[in-house]
Structures are given as structure tokens and as C-alpha cells.
């Protein structure tokens, strides 16, 4: 098995290099380039990576226990250090790979981490079902404790700044907002530069979407590119949708996901994906980056 896994990490760093170079060939990219990772295992995730024009590397999420192999493996040939890791929220298929990875830093190097958490009473007051969530969150915040690291706490209109690329927060942790509880805590987080600019929403709700939209945030919602909330579907609203005026949408959703299909066809599930594709079409967006046809690169 440890032969077979060492095969495997190879293979993955293997497959980065070639993205890399396929990516950076021609003429130099004078923008941030953004990866958006395929999931590993069959369920949802979500991993974004993202290169500065100047060489820092970000991370936005990771995904499942299943993605860390392949998330380490991709990171190592653009340097195996981290400037700045963001979690969206602690759900297993945003922080497990994370988590992870800091038990096993190997020769990977994370400067800070980022997010807006919440506490682990708190989880267990008001998203106590399933169990595994508590357990999610207790194992993130014991192995950032192993690596001696903290969880830098955003503040709703901060900005960082990383070289060219500026990320700003538009949204936090809503305590206040009970129902969807920890996916409503997610993060909303705009980068930009004068090149392009992408809308992260984590799996932000509908209620979060909508409190987000009454602040003086709603202002800076608009952006090129939109991570779709909650894999795209039961996320936030239309409305919201539209305030970002995006040109095209990220998807971090597989097959049976993107298709609502439960097993028996297109259609078939219980999922709001194909609704919320309508609301792409009426908005004219004729773009979608979806995670589960393979890795996506924007420069």
C-alpha cells in the first residue's frame, strides 16, 4: 500500500507540472491564474487554487479527506508553500482535505489561514445532525493546533492585499442565522485585479445571500466570475445572482449533481441544479466551468 501510494503522489505532482506548463506556455499571463480542482471521490467538494502574478500562492477550501492526496500533489511543483489559506466553512467537503494535510505537512509550508469560524458549541447547539459536522469541526481545529497555526478571523470590509491581487470580504459568520446554519456562516470573498475579478460564496443560503444584499456590500458584488453557492443548488437566490452580473459561473459540482440525477436520469433528484442553470441561461450567461469534466484553468 505505501508503494502504491507513493506511485500515486508522483503521479498526481506529475499531472500538476503538466498543468502548469500547459497553463503558463505562451505568452506571460499579467493576471492571477485560478484553478478549479475535480473532486476525487464521488461526492461534492470544493478546491480552488490560486497563483499571483508575482508568485504567491492562495487556497480557497480543498475538499474531502478523498482530495488531500491530490491537492498536496498539485500544490508541490508550485512551490509547496501556501501564502494564504481560506475556509469557506467546516463542512468535511470544504476543510476535511485541510485538515488532512496538516496532520501531514510533509514538506508543504502554510503561512496563515484564514476564515470567519464558528465555535465548536456552537455547531453542536445549532447543526448537531449530522454528528459527523461536530466531528469536522473538533478534528479542523485540533490539527491546526498540532501545526501550532491559528485561524486568522476576517472582518466584514477588510481587504488583503497579495501583490496585484486584492480580496476583499463581503461576508462572515451570521451567529444569528440558525436555519442552514453552517453553510449561512460561510465566508464571501472577491478577488480582483485590474485584469479580472472572482466572487467566492462558499455554500452561502439564501437568508445569508439576502442579509448580505440589504449591507453596503451588495455594492461590490459584481464580478466576472461567480463560485456557485452551495455547488449550485439550495444556495442563495436569484436576485443575488443578478446583482453579481457575472460572465461566467464556477461549478464545484459532479456529474449527478450538475445533472439532478439521482441514478435513473437527468432530472431524477431532489437537487435545485437544473432550476438554478435556468436562472444562468435567463441571465445570459453562456459560460460554466464544472468541476466534474476536469480541472479548469483561468488566467
Avoid at 473532486?39 to 502574478?53: D, S
Avoid at 500544490?75 to 467546516?90: C, Y
Avoid at 472582518?155 to 440558525?178: C, R, W
Amino acid at each position: 500500500m505505501q508503494i502504491k501510494s507513493f506511485f500515486l503522489s508522483i503521479m498526481f505532482s506529475l499531472s500538476a507540472v503538466f498543468m502548469e506548463a500547459l497553463c503558463c506556455s505562451g505568452q506571460e499571463t499579467k493576471s492571477y491564474t485560478l484553478w478549479q480542482l475535480p473532486p476525487r471521490t464521488h461526492t461534492q467538494n470544493m478546491a480552488y487554487v490560486v497563483r499571483t502574478h508575482d508568485g504567491k500562492v492562495i487556497v480557497v477550501d480543498g475538499g474531502n479527506a478523498g482530495d488531500a492526496e491530490y491537492l498536496k500533489g498539485f500544490l508541490a511543483p508550485l512551490g509547496n508553500h501556501v501564502d494564504a489559506w481560506f475556509i469557506s466553512h467546516p463542512h468535511p467537503d470544504h476543510v476535511d482535505a485541510l485538515t488532512v494535510i496538516l496532520n501531514d505537512l510533509g514538506q508543504l509550508e502554510i503561512d496563515k489561514i484564514y476564515g470567519s469560524m464558528p465555535s465548536l458549541d456552537w455547531v453542536a447547539e445549532h447543526e448537531p445532525k449530522p454528528a459527523s459536522h461536530i466531528t469536522t469541526v473538533r478534528n479542523f481545529y485540533q490539527a491546526v493546533k498540532k501545526q501550532a497555526q491559528t485561524v486568522h478571523e476576517l472582518q466584514l470590509g477588510q481587504t488583503l492585499q497579495f501583490g496585484d491581487l486584492q480580496i476583499q470580504v463581503l461576508g462572515i459568520k451570521n451567529p444569528e442565522i440558525t436555519e442552514n446554519a453552517i453553510n449561512n456562516s460561510s465566508i464571501v470573498l472577491r478577488f480582483s485585479d485590474e485584469h479580472k475579478s472572482v466572487l467566492f460564496t462558499g455554500d452561502l443560503g439564501v437568508q445569508a445571500g439576502q442579509k448580505l444584499m440589504k449591507t453596503k456590500y451588495a455594492a461590490l458584488l459584481k464580478s466576472d466570475y461567480v463560485q456557485m453557492a452551495h455547488h449550485g443548488q439550495a444556495g442563495v437566490d436569484r436576485d443575488f445572482y443578478e446583482a453579481v452580473a457575472a460572465k461566467a459561473c464556477l461549478w464545484p459540482t459532479p456529474v449527478w449533481l450538475w445533472n439532478n440525477d439521482k441514478g435513473t436520469g437527468k432530472g431524477s433528484g431532489p437537487w435545485s441544479t437544473l432550476t438554478v442553470r435556468q436562472w444562468m441561461d435567463e441571465l445570459g450567461i453562456k459560460k460554466h466551468y464544472v468541476s466534474a469534466y476536469g480541472i479548469s484553468v483561468i488566467e
